[in-house]
């Protein structure tokens, strides 16, 4: 397979997949006449909101929409190979051997009853059926080492489950060049990560890219680690191309309004927030937890999630969290508004102790605290209307009548930005945005003094996070609300935050006013984590 | 396959579905199978229903002998061709006895679809209430539940309901200690799977939500655990109902069910087996109700259960492909959260 | 693990423990007076209390229950007016009816139990998941939805009446083989297997079809997760991603499944028994409950309670084996 360097390595002409939704009639557009090309080596990020279509196309590089119903037309060539047109054998030679593929979640794409370098060796041998046992285990070896797994030899033949998950993405990248592939198509590869990691997976890609010289087409929804990894920007919406050309010029000057619109969402580390928060005079301390301790199991196997954390939220303020997975930012979040009983430690609140409180005894202030949840989908009782569930806490006090209730909550919908005739509607007829949206007019509706919100914008999509967040903001300085927003991801903490507090393994390893620890990190693991966020300008990416 | 898929596809697809019974009885209209299953159970229920009456237009009834339709010289086997298939018993007639087929047919599906649907009653109850109490009682409560549990998935269900029928008192009405030995004896399975629900359930954000609302445990377990628990329950129980029917017959079969002279199918198809080759008719009668009846009551179950949760990939129907798409998805988005332990 | 297992084991006595608790209940206190009915019907009063001495019925129920649980650990002695009965351990007692050890008779009846189980386990493991993986991999066809209505009606058919189908066909009309009487395998193997035959496909043709549907949705799960695509998008076949990657994930439950079956049967292939007149423990049962034996009674149900207990442990141990991504805790 000889080709001259000028041809492009990729072709897409035209291309469009429609899905045959199940209920008989209608068929789903995921792309429509996309068109494309990548010349040899060059990188390529697909970036778009959910529901764009990017990952469908990537699928169609590879001819993985053969034989699941959907119908694919228009032209796809990867290294001249027609992918349309190849007969099933031409095709699997494709997969693996000229183009291969690195799948977002490096835990459930790894077979978990056989060792890696196993695996790893049986795509060698796919491609390489001459090759022996011996040579194709060396390979896997090889690329393990090469990926930075340390003492390959020996991790090669751990399965999947006995490796972080760093090291499983590695070692799926590690599959990925076995065959020594023109073309790398990554699916959000660092998606699933922590930002550490994220960071040393995205530097991985880019060297192998200078070494082996090799295409890559990055699919995912982050513009900073598009940003950071390629040259070259393709923005998708509803199956469409949007705009298309050079990354700098993209993010420095985009054309298409909604492309600006993308780029304005996009919370920004470094930039100060807009707005500071006024001190309406009444400071006082409102939520404290002294040496507070959570811990799960018994015996040996004893996990302590929160280890000897001590905060004070004053009323009115905004306190966030940051931390990496496992961190106990969420059950610190979740014990502060008593979900979960500590294990050791105090928790007062205006005063009285808390923490060790039967559900009984919380009941008068219960609907003081009150929380917002991560998942859209399973904070709301999906068999409920979403007045219903607004409602609840409304009814449990029993001081409104059904009338006064029903307008109380119309009112809250109307505040969040929904219908206030979306009463009697249920979860499942609204987006993610607007769900989040409802789980907020039911944190306010007992008119909470502290609302803690877990992760209340990470599975939405930018401009959706960048109108809920703003909606918090609002809500905040206008009811004087104290909030404790806990996110694994610094930019929007950031644009919320008055004080700052950042976690790791279950402790509280910096703490301060959110501007001076984002400018000035005084601990290493702030810095580390600092560093590690994506940013959208190019330029500073490779600073 | 994609993240994508779930949002263009269908913007519900990521809530649970079957929010209304109408949406569920759509769904269910769907399929021809569930529907016909319906539809023979229906008429039986009828029949059973208006046994008596039927008997009457007939007029015959269940337990006059006629020893003139029988050759007692070879035995008993009935006279005419087909068991004695005619005008007058329309389904023939018992060989050794002359008893009216048909009627003892009708009779037959009363005691079955009695024990059926009442043990089944009984099961959902019991699993009910066990399975909640242990997933939101205190760990005390959860652990002697769970153990209580254990012993009844233990305990050989047919083994000890027929070891019951040698110790209660022989006066005791069969149909009734039928139900409760059932009912009793097998509740093991649905209270796992309501608790094991119901712990899953309140792992969710929004039962969280409920009780930072301040509600207590009954009313989180009645306002937001019940309506969810609906759909598994009921599909189980359609699995437990024709279980049920056939332990009903088993037993009848073995000589330890209903007593004589009620009609049972079970009962029938054990004085059958000394008959097969004489009249086979006396076989295949009670053979083909007893089947039908399981068999109906077993598609329509597979039915109720797509209908009330087309997540579950179906038996007999398509769907598979989507099914995939959604886990995939809920994965994507649950995962593109970093969340915390 | 030896942890686990140890727990394991401690649970296992626990809910066993509490079955027997139960079990002592049901049938020695409930019913009145069991003195009668070892008796018999003949029995003056006198002889009566003669019994009820014997049985230490007059003791208080828990030192009934202590004797009855130290019969099963250590033995008992009974005295017969002439000499002593040793009863060994395990001991459930004599037989109302002959005066036989009941652990005796179970210990007989077993290997006809034993035979059936195996047999049928033989037979649902072939046609059960067969019939599942072909219709897993023939996914959409016309094999596919015949399969699936014949997995339905097996599903559907109690084994009295299958297997009278089959004596009927194979012993009545056809002639091609014997009606079964049962073959001790030690005497004839031949005629053991010959015998066995129908008992087998029976029982057998009724797990095959809980087989068959387990095993479909179980391949039709492991086919649809993401390492199967991972493989897919690498160039493997079709064949070599099922025989490769998802058999493995596919089996796991069939084959925890198949354990706890195989225990429970020794309760369950009561039916089965009775209809071919195999000399198994669930007839034994079934007579016993006629003559309202009570020792046999209990003793089978211990044992069989027993069986199934042991087996579900088995089932985990073994699915944990299959899957290694299963934690034992």
Same mark, same amino acid.
């Given at each position: 397979?000889?080709?001259?360097?000028?041809?492009?390595?990729?072709?897409?002409?035209?291309?469009?997949?429609r899905?045959?939704?199940?209920?008989?009639?209608?068929?789903?557009?995921?792309?429509?006449?996309?068109?494309?090309?990548?010349?040899?080596?060059?990188?390529?990020?697909?970036?778009?909101e959910?529901?764009?279509?990017k990952?469908?196309?990537?699928?169609?590089?590879?001819?993985?929409?053969?034989?699941?119903?959907?119908?694919?037309?228009?032209?796809?060539?990867?290294?001249?190979?027609?992918?349309?047109?190849a007969?099933?054998?031409?095709?699997?030679?494709?997969r693996?051997?000229?183009?291969?593929?690195?799948?977002?979640?490096?835990?459930?794409?790894?077979?978990?009853?056989?060792?890696?370098?196993?695996?790893?060796?049986?795509?060698?041998?796919?491609?390489?059926?001459?090759?022996?046992?011996?040579?194709?285990?060396?390979?896997?070896?090889?690329?393990?080492?090469?990926?930075?797994?340390?003492?390959?030899?020996?991790?090669?033949?751990?399965?999947?489950?006995?490796?972080?998950?760093?090291?499983?993405?590695?070692?799926?990248?590690?599959?990925?060049?076995?065959?020594?592939?023109?073309?790398?198509?990554?699916?959000?590869?660092?998606?699933?990560?922590?930002?550490?990691?994220?960071?040393?997976?995205?530097?991985?890609?880019r060297?192998?890219?200078?070494?082996?010289?090799m295409?890559?087409?990055?699919?995912?929804?982050?513009?900073?680690?598009?940003?950071?990894?390629?040259?070259?920007?393709?923005?998708?919406?509803?199956?469409?191309?949007?705009?298309?050309?050079?990354?700098?010029?993209?993010?420095?000057?985009?054309?298409?309004?909604?492309?600006?619109?993308?780029?304005?969402?996009?919370?920004?580390?470094?930039?100060?927030?807009?707005?500071?928060?006024?001190?309406?005079?009444?400071?006082?301390?409102?939520?404290?937890?002294?040496?507070?301790?959570?811990?799960?199991?018994?015996?040996?196997?004893?996990?302590?999630?929160?280890?000897?954390?001590?905060?004070?939220?004053?009323?009115?303020?905004?306190?966030?969290?940051?931390?990496?997975?496992?961190?106990?930012?969420? %059950?610190l979040?979740?014990?502060? =508004? !008593? @979900? &979960?009983?500590?294990?050791?430690? /105090? *928790?007062?609140?205006?005063?009285r102790? +808390?923490?060790?409180?039967?559900?009984?005894?919380?009941?008068?202030?219960?609907?003081?605290?009150?929380?917002?949840?991560?998942?859209?989908?399973?904070?709301?009782n999906?068999?409920?209307s979403?007045?219903?569930?607004?409602?609840?806490?409304?009814?449990?006090?029993?001081?409104?009548?059904?009338?006064?209730?029903?307008?109380?909550?119309?009112?809250?919908?109307?505040?969040?930005?929904?219908?206030?005739?979306?009463?009697?509607?249920?979860?499942?007829?609204?987006?993610?945005?607007?769900?989040?949206?409802?789980?907020?007019?039911?944190?306010?509706?007992?008119?909470?003094k502290?609302?803690v919100?877990?992760?209340?914008?990470?599975?939405?999509?930018? %401009?959706?996070?960048?109108?809920? =967040? !703003? @909606? &918090?903001?609002?809500?905040?300085? /206008? *009811?004087?609300?104290?909030?404790?927003? +806990?996110?694994?991801?610094l930019?929007?903490?950031?644009?919320?935050?008055?004080?700052?507090?950042?976690?790791?393994?279950?402790?509280?390893?910096?703490?301060?006013?959110?501007?001076?620890?984002?400018?000035?990190?005084?601990?290493?693991?702030?810095?580390?984590?600092?560093?590690?966020?994506?940013?959208?300008?190019?330029?500073?990416?490779?600073? | 396959?994609?993240?994508?898929?779930?949002?263009?596809?269908?913007?519900?697809?990521?809530?649970?579905?079957?929010?209304?019974?109408?949406?569920?009885?759509?769904?269910?209209r769907a399929?021809?199978?569930?529907?016909?299953?319906?539809?023979?159970l229906?008429?039986?229920?009828?029949?059973?229903?208006?046994?008596?009456?039927?008997?009457?237009l007939?007029?015959?009834d269940?337990n006059?002998?006629?020893?003139?339709?029988?050759?007692?010289?070879?035995?008993?086997?009935?006279?005419?061709?087909?068991?004695?298939?005619?005008?007058?018993?329309?389904?023939?007639?018992?060989?050794g006895?002359?008893?009216?087929?048909?009627v003892?047919?009708?009779?037959?599906?009363?005691?079955?679809?009695?024990?059926?649907?009442?043990?089944?009653?009984?099961?959902?109850?019991?699993?009910?209430?066990?399975?909640?109490?242990?997933?939101?009682?205190?760990?005390?409560?959860?652990?002697?539940?769970?153990?209580?549990t254990?012993?009844?998935?233990?305990?050989?269900?047919?083994v000890?309901a027929?070891?019951?029928?040698?110790?209660?008192?022989?006066?005791?009405?069969?149909?009734?200690?039928?139900?409760v030995?059932?009912?009793?004896?097998?509740?093991g399975?649905?209270?796992r799977?309501?608790?094991?629900?119901?712990?899953?359930?309140?792992?969710?954000?929004f039962?969280?939500a409920?009780?930072?609302?301040?509600?207590?445990?009954?009313?989180?377990?009645?306002?937001?655990?019940l309506?969810s628990?609906?759909?598994?329950?009921?599909?189980?129980?359609?699995?437990?109902?024709?279980?049920?029917?056939?332990?009903?017959?088993?037993?009848?079969?073995?000589?330890?069910?209903?007593k004589?002279?009620?009609?049972?199918?079970?009962?029938?198809?054990?004085?059958?087996?000394?008959?097969?080759?004489?009249?086979?008719?006396?076989?295949?009668?009670?053979?083909?109700?007893?089947?039908?009846?399981?068999?109906?009551?077993?598609?329509l179950?597979?039915?109720?259960?797509?209908?009330?949760?087309?997540?579950?990939?179906?038996?007999?129907?398509?769907?598979?492909?989507?099914?995939?798409?959604?886990?995939?998805?809920?994965?994507?988005?649950?995962?593109?959260?970093?969340?915390?332990? | 693990?030896?942890?686990?297992?140890?727990?394991?084991?401690?649970?296992?006595?626990?809910?066993?423990?509490?079955?027997?608790?139960?079990?002592?209940?049901?049938?020695?206190?409930?019913?009145?007076?069991?003195?009668?009915?070892?008796?018999?019907?003949?029995?003056?009063?006198?002889?009566?209390?003669?019994?009820?001495?014997?049985?230490?019925?007059?003791d208080?129920?828990y030192?009934?229950?202590?004797h009855?649980?130290?019969?099963?650990?250590?033995?008992?002695?009974?005295?017969?007016?002439?000499?002593?009965?040793?009863?060994?351990?395990?001991?459930?007692?004599?037989?109302?009816?002959?005066?036989?050890?009941?652990?005796?008779?179970i210990?007989?009846?077993?290997?006809?139990?034993?035979?059936?189980?195996?047999?049928?386990?033989?037979?649902?493991?072939?046609?059960?998941?067969?019939?599942?993986?072909?219709?897993?991999?023939?996914?959409?066809?016309?094999?596919?939805?015949?399969?699936?209505?014949?997995?339905?009606?097996?599903t559907?058919?109690?084994?009295?009446?299958?297997?009278?189908?089959?004596?009927?066909?194979?012993?009545?009309?056809?002639?091609?083989?014997?009606?079964?009487?049962?073959?001790?395998?030690?005497?004839?193997?031949?005629?053991?297997?010959w015998?066995?035959?129908?008992?087998?496909?029976?029982?057998?043709?009724?797990?095959?079809?809980?087989?068959?549907?387990?095993?479909?949705?179980?391949?039709?799960?492991?086919?649809?997760?993401?390492?199967?695509?991972?493989f897919?998008?690498?160039?493997?076949?079709?064949?070599?991603?099922i025989?490769?990657?998802?058999?493995?994930?596919?089996?796991?439950?069939?084959?925890a499944?198949?354990?706890?079956?195989?225990?429970?049967?020794?309760?369950?292939?009561?039916?089965?028994?009775?209809?071919?007149?195999?000399?198994?423990?669930?007839?034994?049962?079934?007579?016993?409950?006629r003559?309202?034996?009570?020792?046999v009674?209990?003793?089978?149900?211990?044992?069989?309670?027993?069986?199934?207990?042991?087996?579900?442990?088995?089932?985990?141990?073994?699915?944990?084996?299959?899957?290694?991504?299963?934690?034992?805790?």
């Amino acid at each position: 397979m000889t080709t001259v360097t000028d041809t492009p390595l990729v072709v897409v002409d035209d291309l469009s997949v429609r899905f045959p939704t199940g209920t008989g009639d209608g068929v789903v557009r995921a792309v429509s006449g996309l068109s494309f090309t990548l010349a040899p080596g060059g990188a390529l990020a697909v970036v778009g909101e959910s529901g764009s279509g990017k990952s469908t196309a990537a699928y169609a590089l590879l001819g993985l929409h053969r034989g699941t119903g959907a119908e694919v037309t228009g032209t796809v060539r990867v290294a001249g190979q027609d992918v349309q047109a190849a007969d099933d054998a031409a095709l699997r030679k494709l997969r693996g051997g000229t183009a291969a593929m690195v799948f977002q979640d490096p835990l459930s794409s790894l077979d978990p009853y056989q060792a890696i370098g196993d695996q790893i060796a049986e795509v060698h041998r796919l491609h390489h059926p001459g090759a022996g046992r011996r040579a194709s285990r060396a390979r896997a070896v090889e690329v393990l080492d090469r990926v930075g797994i340390p003492d390959a030899a020996r991790r090669a033949r751990s399965r999947p489950h006995e490796f972080s998950g760093g090291m499983r993405q590695r070692a799926l990248i590690a599959m990925a060049l076995a065959c020594d592939p023109r073309l790398l198509v990554a699916d959000e590869p660092t998606t699933a990560l922590d930002v550490t990691v994220q960071a040393q997976i995205l530097g991985l890609l880019r060297e192998l890219r200078e070494e082996t010289g090799m295409g890559l087409i990055l699919v995912t929804h982050d513009l900073g680690v598009a940003a950071s990894s390629v040259d070259e920007l393709l923005v998708m919406k509803d199956g469409r191309a949007v705009e298309h050309g050079p990354a700098r010029e993209i993010l420095a000057r985009p054309r298409e309004d909604y492309t600006r619109e993308l780029l304005a969402a996009v919370p920004r580390v470094n930039v100060r927030r807009e707005t500071v928060r006024t001190p309406k005079g009444d400071d006082s301390v409102l939520l404290e937890a002294t040496g507070l301790r959570r811990e799960f199991g018994r015996g040996r196997k004893t996990v302590t999630a929160v280890d000897d954390v001590s905060l004070t939220i004053r009323a009115g303020e905004t306190v966030g969290i940051v931390g990496e997975s496992g961190s106990g930012k969420t %059950t610190l979040g979740r014990m502060l =508004v !008593r @979900l &979960l009983e500590p294990t050791g430690g /105090e *928790l007062r609140y205006e005063g009285r102790e +808390i923490g060790g409180l039967k559900d009984r005894e919380l009941r008068s202030f219960r609907s003081e605290l009150q929380m917002v949840f991560q998942d859209p989908v399973s904070s709301l009782n999906p068999r409920r209307s979403i007045g219903e569930s607004i409602a609840d806490p409304l009814r449990a006090a029993g001081r409104l009548d059904d009338a006064a209730i029903v307008a109380r909550v119309r009112e809250l919908l109307e505040r969040v930005g929904l219908d206030p005739d979306a009463y009697h509607r249920y979860p499942h007829e609204f987006s993610g945005g607007q769900r989040q949206r409802v789980g907020i007019a039911r944190a306010l509706a007992p008119e909470p003094k502290l609302i803690v919100c877990d992760e209340p914008v990470s599975a939405l999509d930018v %401009t959706t996070q960048a109108q809920v =967040v !703003r @909606l &918090l903001g609002e809500l905040q300085r /206008e *009811l004087g609300l104290a909030v404790v927003f +806990i996110a694994h991801d610094l930019a929007v903490v950031r644009q919320v935050s008055d004080r700052l507090v950042v976690m790791r393994g279950g402790r509280i390893v910096e703490e301060g006013p959110a501007d001076t620890v984002y400018e000035r990190p005084r601990h290493a693991y702030t810095q580390g984590l600092l560093a590690a966020v994506p940013r959208l300008e190019p330029a500073e990416a490779t600073a | 396959m994609t993240t994508e898929l779930i949002t263009t596809q269908e913007p519900e697809a990521g809530a649970a579905p079957a929010s209304g019974a109408r949406q569920v009885w759509r769904r269910l209209r769907a399929r021809k199978s569930a529907l016909a299953a319906a539809a023979v159970l229906g008429l039986l229920v009828l029949l059973a229903l208006g046994a008596p009456l039927l008997a009457a237009l007939e007029g015959q009834d269940a337990n006059s002998y006629h020893d003139t339709l029988v050759d007692s010289a070879r035995g008993g086997v009935p006279l005419g061709s087909f068991g004695g298939i005619g005008a007058e018993h329309w389904l023939g007639v018992e060989p050794g006895t002359g008893r009216d087929l048909f009627v003892r047919l009708l009779f037959g599906a009363r005691v079955s679809l009695l024990v059926g649907v009442g043990a089944t009653l009984v099961q959902v109850l019991l699993g009910l209430a066990v399975g909640l109490a242990a997933a939101l009682g205190g760990r005390a409560v959860e652990s002697a539940l769970g153990h209580l549990t254990d012993v009844m998935v233990a305990m050989p269900l047919l083994v000890f309901a027929i070891a019951l029928m040698a110790v209660v008192p022989a006066d005791f009405p069969r149909p009734v200690l039928l139900v409760v030995a059932i009912g009793l004896l097998n509740w093991g399975g649905m209270a796992r799977l309501v608790r094991a629900q119901a712990l899953g359930l309140t792992k969710l954000d929004f039962v969280s939500a409920a009780r930072l609302t301040g509600a207590s445990r009954r009313r989180v377990a009645r306002r937001e655990l019940l309506p969810s628990l609906a759909a598994p329950v009921i599909t189980y129980a359609a699995v437990l109902l024709p279980a049920n029917i056939v332990i009903e017959a088993s037993m009848s079969f073995l000589g330890v069910g209903v007593k004589p002279p009620t009609p049972s199918w079970g009962q029938m198809l054990s004085t059958a087996t000394t008959w097969f080759r004489a009249d086979p008719m006396y076989v295949l009668l009670p053979a083909l109700m007893l089947f039908v009846t399981t068999l109906a009551f077993t598609v329509l179950g597979d039915g109720l259960r797509t209908a009330l949760d087309p997540r579950q990939a179906s038996r007999l129907g398509v769907g598979r492909k989507r099914r995939t798409t959604r886990t995939s998805g809920a994965r994507t988005r649950t995962s593109g959260a970093g969340g915390t332990a | 693990m030896t942890g686990y297992f140890l727990r394991r084991a401690l649970g296992a006595l626990a809910v066993v423990l509490v079955l027997s608790a139960v079990v002592y209940a049901t049938f020695y206190i409930a019913p009145g007076d069991p003195a009668r009915l070892a008796c018999g019907p003949r029995c003056n009063p006198e002889q009566i209390r003669q019994v009820r001495e014997q049985l230490s019925l007059n003791d208080p129920v828990y030192v009934q229950y202590w004797h009855f649980l130290q019969g099963i650990v250590s033995g008992h002695d009974y005295s017969t007016g002439t000499g002593v009965l040793h009863c060994q351990a395990p001991c459930f007692g004599l037989s109302y009816q002959n005066d036989q050890q009941v652990t005796d008779l179970i210990v007989q009846r077993l290997p006809a139990t034993a035979s059936l189980a195996t047999g049928a386990m033989v037979v649902w493991l072939l046609l059960g998941t067969g019939t599942g993986l072909l219709s897993a991999l023939r996914r959409g066809g016309l094999t596919e939805r015949v399969l699936t209505w014949l997995t339905l009606a097996g599903t559907a058919t109690p084994v009295f009446i299958s297997g009278l189908g089959l004596l009927m066909l194979f012993c009545a009309y056809l002639e091609w083989l014997p009606f079964p009487t049962y073959v001790p395998l030690g005497d004839d193997p031949e005629q053991w297997a010959w015998n066995m035959l129908l008992p087998w496909l029976a029982l057998g043709l009724l797990e095959s079809a809980k087989y068959a549907r387990l095993t479909r949705s179980s391949m039709l799960e492991t086919l649809a997760e993401d390492h199967i695509r991972t493989f897919r998008a690498y160039g493997a076949t079709e064949r070599s991603l099922i025989a490769r990657h998802a058999l493995r994930g596919a089996v796991a439950p069939v084959v925890a499944l198949t354990a706890a079956d195989f225990g429970s049967m020794f309760g369950n292939a009561m039916l089965t028994e009775m209809m071919f007149g195999l000399p198994g423990i669930g007839q034994l049962l079934v007579n016993a409950t006629r003559t309202i034996d009570l020792p046999v009674v209990v003793a089978v149900v211990m044992v069989t309670g027993t069986a199934v207990v042991i087996a579900n442990i088995v089932a985990d141990l073994l699915y944990a084996a299959a899957d290694r991504r299963v934690v034992l805790r």
